[in-house]
């Protein structure tokens, strides 16, 4: 053997003097499994049980494939709307000064703090057709509560600090520089806008825009209050979960839980795929 | 506001040419949108509760609050926060002290793992442990012949607020305490600290307030978690409601004053916590570091 001499091989971790691995890392392994691991395996070990007949039948059930293209189909149209006025919301926080501009920021995290059930009820109460705003919508022929508008109202609310946080950062570290030479070199504002700018951002609205839809797909507590829940018209997903376990429909509950969760996964990778490309393509 | 490199910022770039910022037309009409999209979505809903909440006037709202049902929801949320955030604030700390200061095999799957419940719906957050606990269950037989009730109680609402809360304290302290290094650790220890002396007068308060920052988040999905907790609970009133099971049962009474006097409650908690945040990360903001979100 011509290699140096090997002392170590394969090690588990790098020495340190610093105690309390085993210890730390033994109780967060276990907590995580009790708390996470095991149940959620339970679920996975549920669905398999079922058979690929049985999961079948639920999963083409049209009652599920309705609940499910409701859910992420709002969940899409609200981190959509979320992305355009998310970003637009970061560049007046991060660029621009005025009066009240830490207490602006300070209220896109509304969404995270206040409880989704109270955000149901509330955007509920202003949509309904007698509501501050619904009453102004009304005319317009336009109805929001009980509608599948009203879920993506309710999902907009949810989803909107996920792009704001994930794109402010990074608007912050943007080199003022980097505009300037663009503009010596001839470039009006719109050019460097979607030539210099978006470029760089990209990743982090990808990253928002998921982080958003994937809130979004999942989300209960706000939809339910405004979304009227009717099967094949405004029935989200995770509601349809509740209705089977309350049915005692065991079965359909789990395979239901199991598609959302096969399909978000699936979701996370592209975007991943996405993001690794785009940062290829964009350096 | 009063920051005078801000200023000078601003002062630089209106002398700039229109290539580097925006026109002033375009800068009035893109604030607009913003603020009047902010004022919409965030602003009006929070104004509603309290509105909705004092339309019968001050008698009716403080009478809502005072009902049995409504004390016991209180009771019962503040209960289940009491288990639960100390439960995640102690594995947050050891996984972050595992993870940040040491180099491991899997480190990486293992953040990875943490942040888990974050991707899924709190609804199969719930059913996960109806299906472990309930009467069809896997360990349904088992718990039956021993007594114990853990769905439809106390133990499944608390266990179900673990879950959906379980990454908020991990996830805050171990890119802080990545950033810190083991640098103050190891001079402790090399001047005779035990290990748990270096952990408690170093680096404790190195990660004070990140650590508070994370209660914070925690705290608040703790006492605001629906849809987890609705699977679980049985909705017993009196007995197995927290706050928000509690506003939706009188909602759907349609009791709006009741509904909106307890949701004001819960908006109440989310302001103070939004103001504590806002000023951590002023005054902290170095301290707290890295991972902005949630």
Do not use: Y
């Given at each position: 053997m011509n290699t140096a001499p090997v002392k170590t091989g394969w090690r588990f971790r790098q020495p340190s003097v610093i105690p309390g691995f085993g210890l730390t890392l033994g109780f967060s392994l276990a907590y995580l499994t009790l708390i996470i691991l095991i149940p959620l395996s339970g679920l996975v070990w549920r669905s398999a049980a079922l058979g690929w007949a049985d999961f079948w039948a639920i999963a083409a059930d049209r009652r599920t494939l309705n609940a499910l293209k409701i859910s992420f189909g709002t969940a899409f149209l609200a981190a959509v709307v979320n992305v355009v006025f998310g970003t637009a919301v970061a560049w007046v926080l991060v660029r621009y000064r005025f009066p009240g501009r830490r207490i602006a920021d300070a209220m896109v995290d509304l969404p995270f703090a206040l409880p989704t059930a109270v955000a149901g009820i509330a955007l509920t109460t202003l949509y309904a057709p007698n509501g501050w705003i619904g009453q102004l919508l009304m005319p317009l022929g336009i109805k929001v509560a009980y509608t599948p508008l009203g879920i993506v109202v309710a999902l907009v609310f949810i989803g909107l600090p996920f792009v704001v946080r994930t794109v402010q950062p990074i608007m912050e570290e943007i080199d003022k520089e980097v505009e300037e030479a663009a503009a010596t070199l001839g470039a009006n504002r719109f050019q460097i806008i979607t030539r210099v700018l978006f470029p760089g951002l990209a990743p982090a609205i990808i990253t928002g825009f998921s982080l958003a839809f994937a809130r979004g797909v999942g989300e209960y507590g706000s939809v339910i209050f405004i979304a009227?829940?009717?099967?094949?018209?405004?029935?989200i997903a995770p509601l349809l979960i509740v209705i089977r376990l309350e049915e005692y429909n065991y079965e359909a509950a789990t395979a239901i839980a199991a598609i959302m969760l096969a399909l978000s996964f699936l979701m996370l990778l592209v975007v991943n795929l996405v993001q690794t490309w785009s940062r290829k393509r964009y350096g | 506001m009063a920051d005078p490199e801000i200023k000078s910022y601003e002062l630089h770039h209106e002398s700039q040419s229109a290539a580097v910022t925006e026109s002033r037309p375009v800068k009035a009409v893109l604030m607009a949108i913003a603020l009047a999209f902010l004022a919409v979505f965030l602003l009006l809903p929070l104004i509603v509760v309290f509105h909705e909440a004092l339309a019968k006037g001050i008698g009716a709202y403080t009478e809502a609050l005072s009902s049995p049902d409504t004390r016991s929801a209180i009771r019962l949320t503040l209960l289940v926060a009491a288990i639960s955030v100390p439960l995640n604030v102690i594995f947050g700390i050891s996984a972050a002290w595992a993870i940040a200061k040491f180099e491991f095999k899997g480190k990486a799957f293992l953040t990875t793992l943490i942040d888990l419940p974050f991707s899924v719906s709190p609804v199969i957050s719930g059913l996960v442990y109806v299906l472990l606990f309930?009467?069809?269950?896997?360990l349904g037989a088992w718990l039956k012949a021993h007594g114990i009730?853990?769905?439809?109680a106390v133990p499944g609402i608390v266990l179900a607020t673990i879950f959906v809360t379980f990454p908020f304290v991990a996830r805050e302290l171990i890119p802080l305490m990545q950033e810190q290094g083991n640098g103050d650790e190891e001079a402790a220890l090399s001047l005779g600290a035990s290990g748990w002396q270096a952990f408690w007068y170093v680096t404790l308060p190195n990660v004070k307030w990140g650590l508070l920052y994370g209660v914070l988040l925690c705290n608040a999905r703790a006492m605001g978690e629906f849809g987890a907790v609705s699977v679980v609970s049985?909705?017993?009133?009196?007995?197995?409601?927290t706050m928000p099971l509690h506003v939706e049962i009188l909602y759907n009474e349609y009791n709006a004053v009741g509904a909106f006097a307890v949701a004001s409650l819960l908006a109440g908690l989310a302001l103070v916590t939004l103001v504590l945040k806002t000023l951590l990360e002023m005054r902290y903001g170095a301290e707290i570091a890295a991972t902005r979100g949630h």
């Open positions: 009227g829940n009717l099967p094949f018209k405004s029935e | 309930g009467a069809q269950g896997l009730v853990i769905l439809f049985g909705h017993i009133r009196g007995l197995t409601n």
